[in-house]
């Protein structure tokens, strides 16, 4: 292996639990996720020689994977979040909260899962998903009222 390779089996090592735990909160399908992640990682090798220069190549990989899951959702026409499985609990603690995201429309869900689930800052929100920060900050602002809501006024 060349030394790009091993660099980027090494990204591809830690890279593909976060994009497999992104993925499993916008969508219950496992087989639907693996496939994503691995596509997504896979035109990410394709491309290594650009993108490992990247401040976040991580970043760069789950814009592809969301937009692949969005093909994918329109394609099929399936429900974009289904019952969040076990390895996310630490996230979602409660069968309320796993509900309540499957009830915020995707982009909300996007922008709450990202920013919630992998800590990504605004401005980071927004490259990945390609949308101005004040959009950005917008779609968290209605995601979390609307969970708020769903949740009958809870904070939690």
């Not at 994977?65 to 409660?94: G, K, N, S, W």
Request: glycine content about 4%; proline content about 4%.
């Amino acid at each position: 292996m060349s030394a790009p390779d091993l660099g980027f089996a090494e990204f591809f090592r830690k890279c593909l639990p976060v994009v497999t735990k992104t993925l499993t909160a916008l969508s219950c399908d496992n087989r639907v996720v693996e496939d994503i992640a691995q596509d997504a990682l896979l035109i990410a090798q394709h491309r290594w020689s650009d993108i490992h220069a990247y401040d976040k190549p991580e970043a760069w990989v789950l814009k592809v994977a969301i937009r692949l899951m969005r093909r994918r959702q329109q394609h099929d026409h399936e429900t974009p979040l289904a019952e969040v499985p076990e390895v996310v609990q630490p996230v979602f603690e409660t069968e309320a909260l796993h509900a309540a995201v499957r009830e915020l429309s995707p982009r909300h869900r996007e922008t709450v899962a990202l920013h919630h689930l992998l800590g990504y800052s605004v401005s980071e929100i927004a490259g990945v998903l390609m949308v101005g920060e004040s959009t950005v900050r917008t779609h968290l602002t209605r995601g979390r009222a609307e969970l708020r809501r769903i949740l009958g006024g809870s904070d939690e």
